[in-house]
Structure formats: structure tokens, C-alpha cells
């Protein structure tokens, strides 16, 4: 994967000058991001399925299901999702300390 990534960014910069250190910043600020957009997903993905779960089982109020929803996808993220969770905590936490360096 990594030789095929290298030789794309091999033929990009042959043909557009600049492309290549833009295009590894850009492959950098999505590793940056990448642990925040998973865990977003997923929880709006649990988010979801307990609304369809809870619809499913009767509760046809509106407001009821949307809240009822909110808490079990509340408690369902804790409990499944603690690896995403910290994943995102250390990648913020780096993020930090490596902007706190360069402030100073």
C-alpha cells in the first residue's frame, strides 16, 4: 500500500509542480482527524440504530423516541465505544502538547 501511495505521489508531482508536499500535508492532517471522524460516525451510527431499535419496539412519540434514542445511544457509546474514545483523547492530547511546543 505504502510503495503504490509513493509512486502516485511519484507521477502527481511530475505533472503538477508543488503537488507532492501539498498532497503529503494533506495525508498528514487526515491522520490528525481521522480517530474524531470515526468516532463521530459511530456514534451517530448507534444514534441511529437505537432509534430504529426503539421505533421498532412501539414508542411512536416523536420527542419520547428522539430522547429515549439519545440516552440508550449515550449509555451504548460508553460502554462500546472506549477504544474510539481514547484513540480520539491521545490524538487531541498530542495535538495539544505539539502546539503548546510551538507556541513557545
Do not use: W
Amino acid at each position: 500500500m505504502f510503495l503504490y501511495k509513493r509512486a502516485l505521489l511519484g507521477r502527481l508531482a511530475a505533472v503538477v509542480p508543488g503537488a507532492k508536499e501539498s498532497a503529503l500535508r494533506v495525508c498528514r492532517n487526515l491522520k490528525l482527524v481521522h480517530p474524531v471522524l470515526v468516532y463521530t460516525a459511530s456514534r451517530i451510527a448507534l444514534f441511529v440504530v437505537a432509534l430504529g431499535v426503539l421505533y421498532l419496539l412501539g414508542l411512536r412519540d416523536p420527542m419520547f423516541l428522539v430522547v429515549a434514542a439519545f440516552a440508550v445511544s449515550g449509555l451504548a457509546s460508553y460502554v462500546l465505544l472506549s477504544k474510539q474514545r481514547d484513540a480520539v483523547s491521545a490524538r487531541i492530547g498530542k495535538k495539544s502538547a505539539s502546539l503548546g511546543k510551538s507556541g513557545d
